[in-house]
């Protein structure tokens, strides 16, 4: 009686972790970025080189991205940050120094968030970089 | 004897079970964009906006890069296309029409991989497009 209560209890446990195990395996499709960023909007700062420009990733990194990425939400997917190590066509100069990018959900909630900070984000601009950026939005197609 | 045997392959198989559960369950950490991503390399193919210029974005999402991405084997992770939509800085023109991105493990493989094929590549820009893109060569920080 004993061993058969026991033999019930371990199928009983064998079906959850089963299930359990299954929910598990559907991850790495949930996750897979190609997946989760289609048709996303991307906000792309890009810092342009130049002669005597400076920038500073740790600053970057560690203070300013962070800082503009709490303004955001639920609407702000994930952010990137990328560094400008060379141009790919010879002999021609690096087109950019640095990308931070935004991947959110909706332009017009990024720009309402956005708005209301933008003094400080620009006021924050002087603490790593003397680079006026340009700034891409686009969709991702793939 | 016979319930005791039972007894043990079901122990036997709750322990492979539970075994293989906790591989699955470090699959999402593994799939998360941001750990498969830092510290690798980008190739982004940039298509200044200009007056006058075309750009053709089925040809490009379903022939050029596809035949592209198809010369770089297994040093290639993934690739992405985005659409320019508009310059996020008000009263100035959309800096990109398109970019391609190759996510890639080593520059020197994706220059050994691309080098036989730069005339094939070359001669398709024109079936897509008349801009004369510029590329970064860039690291993934986060």
Chains 1, 2 share one sequence.
Do not use: C, W
């Not at 990425?69 to 639920?74: D, K, R, T, V, W």
């Not at 968030?113 to 601009?125: G, V």
């Not at 970089?129 to 340009?134: G, K, L, R, V």
């Amino acid at each position: 009686m004993k061993s058969k209560l026991m033999v019930s209890l371990l199928l009983l446990s064998t079906f959850f972790t089963a299930f359990s195990q299954e929910k598990s395996s559907q991850k790495p499709e949930k996750y897979s970025s190609a997946v989760v960023e289609k048709g996303l909007i991307k906000v792309s700062v890009m810092y342009p080189f130049a002669e005597g420009k400076t920038f500073d990733m740790v600053y970057y990194e560690t203070k300013h991205m962070p800082m503009v990425a709490g303004y955001l939400g639920e609407n702000l997917v994930k952010y990137t940050i990328e560094k400008g190590i060379a141009s790919g066509i010879p002999n021609t100069p690096l087109p950019f120094m640095a990308i931070g990018t935004f991947y959110i959900k909706s332009l017009s909630d990024y720009q309402a968030a956005i708005a209301p900070n933008r003094d400080a984000i620009r006021k924050d601009f002087a603490n790593y970089t003397n680079i006026t950026p340009a700034i891409l939005v686009s969709e991702v197609v793939k």
